[in-house]
């Protein structure tokens, strides 16, 4: 019996892995994981979606307007050019399928986002991996890497897993120097932890072949609702528009991000605490003798000694309840990347690692 074939590309996709969310023998879990907001969301979210389920038996908008609107006057944007999305991944998911096919190239970086090829093989095209420096984004590598045959450029920044970003400037040159057949995808997730970054909104008006990404699932707090958002020119927004389903979000989600964007007041105390606590659990690590990036996001990447090494921390952290995510399939087998928790979170998965630094330190001497 032979079984129908699928499109080219699918086969070769390597699937999602997400962070865990449980160790045996722990009820309570700490979860730093996924990059989870440690202060949930906004408690003005609640009320907003209580307030839907009255209307449940009814189709939701298929326009989002309200919800463009909201995201529009926050930040000040035409709404006209926003599009709405199942999680930003649904967004990201529109331009790979809209502007490359068999036979084109979507370009990444060597630490990028684990979606990205996933998305590029989905549409049929190639992902092409451009090396980075010292864990931060070339732009010179990928604008040497452009070819005939490149559509999509992937640019997280800040990026995940590692949290750094590029210059200004750099990110500048890069979308001048991208041909008008390249769509470069500015993939904000993490924007909303810059302070005062517009989180490439700039960009998009200056240049038309470039979509700024946004989620609703990092600073909001509302992963499990799956919202996220792209800002670009009418022309990119008209074509993904055509590839959106018509009710691909609820009225539930809608009225949960709009709660969300309006309540300024959380984001910026996330925002602050955020701030507050990656630089101690930076500087602890340092203290530690870990390698820690400067991290402009929710996460910090701790680079211990070797792969063993951080075999050895990782389980010490799950001994104690505590998930930190392995990024071996980033190339980063000796790191861990951790979600920067509240304070006691902070001060547990420090003290964890500096135990295990210290016993090899000592067994060492
Ligand atoms: C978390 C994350 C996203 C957001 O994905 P959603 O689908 O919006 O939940 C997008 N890009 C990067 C780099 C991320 O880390």
Redesign the pocket.
Known sequence: MTHPVPQPGIMDIALYVSGDSAVAGHAQVLKLSS?ENPFGCSPAVAPAIAATVGTLHRYPSTDHAGLRAAIGAVHGLDPDRIICGV???EVLQFVTQAYAGPGDQVITTQHG?S?YPILARAAGAVPVTVPEQTRVVDVDAILAAVTDRTRVVFL?NPA?PIGTMIADADLWRLASGLPDHVVLVH?G?YAEYVDGFDGGAALVDAHPNVIMTR?F??IYGL?GL?I?WGYASREIIDVLTRLRQPFNLSDLQMAAAIAAVQDRDFVAMCRDQNATWRRWLTDRLRQTGVGCDESHANFVLARLADATEAGVADAALRADGILVRRVTGYGLPEALRITVGDEAACRRVADVIARVVEARVGARA
């Open positions: 990059n999680g930003s991944d986002f979606m997280a995940n993939d997730a989620t699932s990092k992963g799956r996220g």
